[in-house]
């Protein structure tokens, strides 16, 4: 190639991913600019359509890239996933280029055999051996699967006649559970007012003595119990609940018995710290995903199904003769799916497996419970900081608390707003109870203690600069 020929895309593409690997961890954490700024410097860009230029093509690229959050970056502990990982990044790209769809063996032949080995593998570490697993689009897919599976066992008939006529049915979460549930109560017609939220313990455990009272006076109201959900790793505090209790209750009123272990799941691949996941080999099904603590590219969840069968009962309807043929080499996986087109997320899974292997994985959760400790020490060691709730794995929960007066809520707020505006750090928060508490999560293989350490080197000059506001 002459050196004023024009660049492929496609090389394009890898100069872009060079540069972007670079500068993914480096500099601030996002180069902030408030929303009505950032849309007027946008509209500067060449967005109008059909320009039939790749120049306009990079330079919305760049501009994506320049205002995006990094979220490989060691001063990110924002959500339940962070970093990026080499092998499961290849993983992505190449399944975007092939990009097929896993409904069928016919279309997608490695990717069928892939999917069904990596499931296999994941429901011995789970589990799960003798039953069935599922990709789904993540956790709160696959808590609705779970949902559905629940209804269509306890009911059959909805599958023909749907919920009218069904009698009072109670499904019982923590006031802690994701709000993936809410949704999926809603989505499967049962109604929020089927949905029974029992409080949980200043640890964020649910209380199996206020469940059980809950559970009887719903059948002595003539509702029928339908389903248990317990969470393993609850999304603010990272708590886990009492799984042999709940099995205990499940079995007393026939329910099924759920897990959501979108976050906590993990855990699984440590023989440290899977003592969390006790009981949960008496659950009926077990939501895991696996962008979030292992840290593959979203999306990446699974469901696991103690028994087999159910996928089958709930998700293969309908005509399908234009898809699923028969033969001897059919090993679709479509009709076992809430979806019809489906993206390989297993393939990036595939490839952080075949690197990394489960002792990387094992190590990579170890590493983040040993960084979070280090989170906590620092956190107990610095007297206006205040740990707000009990840590059970990767997530901290924290604040300041300032030497003038103010309301602790707007201060803390005020804090984490100015440092994600600086650029210097993000990390997230949410409310127990009342009160405002920062939810720092530490899920990124490759940060070390001296970015936890950096991290609170930066609130602390954070909260004394805002304390001189108030002040
Ligand atoms: C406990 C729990 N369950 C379910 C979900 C939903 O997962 P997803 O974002 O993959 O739908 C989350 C998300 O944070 C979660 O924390």
Known sequence: MSPA?????????????????????????????????????????????????????????????????????????????????????????VEAVANTSMYTYEVAPVATLIETEMLERFKRVFGFTDGEAQVTTGGSNSNYLALLLALHQRFPEVKQHGVRGLPPVAVFVSDQAHYSMD?????????????VKIPSDESGQISLAELERKLVSCVSEGRIPLAIVGTAGTTVRGAYDDFNGLAKLAGKFA???????????????????????????????????????????????????RK???????????????????????????????????????????????????????????????LSAVAEDRIKAEPNLELQSKRWINNICFRSIPTVDVDLSEFNKRIREKLYHSGNSLVNMAYLGDNMTVRMIICNKDIDESDVNMFFDNWIAMAIATEQEFA
């Open 255 to 305: 329910t099924w018995f759920h897990i959501d272990g979108a976050w906590g799941g993990a855990v699984a691949f440590s023989k440290t710290e899977r003592k969390w996941l006790d009981g949960s080999e008496r659950a009926d099904s077990l939501t895991w995903d696996g962008h979030k603590m292992l840290g593959v590219p979203l999306m990446c969840g699974v469901l696991f199904v």
């Open 308 to 370: 087999s069968g159910h996928f089958d009962r709930v998700c293969n309807l309908g005509d399908t003769s234009y898809i699923f043929h028969d033969g001897a080499e059919r090993q679709d996986l479509g009709p076992y799916s809430l979806q019809c087109g489906r993206r390989v997320d297993m393939f990036k899974m595939w490839l952080e497996y075949v690197f990394y292997g489960e002792q990387g994985f094992e190590d990579r959760i170890d590493n983040f419970m040993a």
């Open 5 to 93: 020929e024009p660049q492929s895309p496609y090389a394009q593409l890898v100069s872009v991913l060079e540069r972007y690997s670079d500068q993914r961890t480096q500099g601030k954490v996002v180069d902030y600019v408030p929303y009505a700024r950032l849309k007027e410097r946008l509209r500067s860009l060449p967005i109008q359509e059909g320009t039939q230029s790749w120049d306009s093509v990079w330079k919305v690229v760049d501009s994506y890239l320049a205002h995006s959050v990094k979220t490989a970056h060691p001063q990110y502990f924002n959500q339940l996933w962070a970093g990026q990982s080499a092998p499961a990044l290849v993983g992505s790209v």
């Open 183 to 195: 949704k999926a109560m809603v989505m499967a017609g049962l109604g929020l007012d089927s949905l």
